[in-house]
């Protein structure tokens, strides 16, 4: 399942690279995270690949982005005062809730960006999470150079049920949760990327 979905990615990522006649802009993964929340919890996932394509005119046409659900980290708990139990968490997060093994990448790509005023914009397209492809808009602040593109979006929010994740929703709580402890199914959501050009 891992290997056919990264041939399906390298694929379809190459082929939205070549409609690029004019610039391609490649996620520098270093510098680009997805900031999550959820409940009482937050912290980031990075980014694996991904970039965008652009017309004559610096203008965004397109775009592919891919994210490593292994990636998954959690800030608001000090390893230093928690320990084990941040990676116990993390863990739990990427094995029970988003089965990262089975589903190790997301995939978001971008169908529709339109311009709202100077440097800002709504971005629209499928997002793939879990098996599942739903489509999701949000606004965020970009800003184009001849070198760099650096995109901020708005938090902007995710029920991670419409992608098939239940485990301790309390749509569906499992039989073995303990306690009959529920989370949230709304997951908040913040995107910085910077891309380089190639």
Same mark, same amino acid.
């Given at each position: ?64 982005? /891919? ?45 529709? /960006?339109?311009? /709202? ?82």
């Amino acid at each position: 399942m891992k290997n056919l979905f990264i041939l399906f990615f390298l694929l379809t990522f190459t082929s939205i690279k070549a409609q690029s006649e004019y610039g391609f802009y490649r996620v520098d993964t270093l510098h680009s995270n997805i900031y999550w929340k959820c409940d009482k919890h937050n912290g980031l996932i990075k980014l694996k690949d991904g970039g965008f394509v652009l017309s004559g005119n610096h203008t965004i046409v397109g775009g592919k982005f /891919i994210i490593d659900m292994h990636t998954i980290k959690d800030l608001d708990m000090n390893i230093k005062q928690y320990g084990t139990a941040v990676m116990i968490f993390e863990n739990t997060l990427k094995n029970e809730f988003f089965e990262a093994d089975t589903y190790p990448y997301a995939v978001f790509e971008l169908q529709k /960006i339109e311009k /709202i005023k100077t440097d800002r914009y709504k971005l629209t397209g499928d997002f793939t999470l879990h098996g599942i492809t739903n489509c999701i808009s949000f606004e965020a602040a970009i800003q184009i150079d001849e070198k760099t593109i650096v995109l901020k979006s708005d938090q902007f929010s995710i029920d991670r049920t419409d992608w098939g994740i239940y485990r301790m929703s309390p749509k569906r709580p499992y039989s073995d949760d303990e306690n009959g402890w529920t989370v949230p199914d709304t997951i908040e959501l913040h995107i910085e990327i910077k891309a380089i050009k190639e």
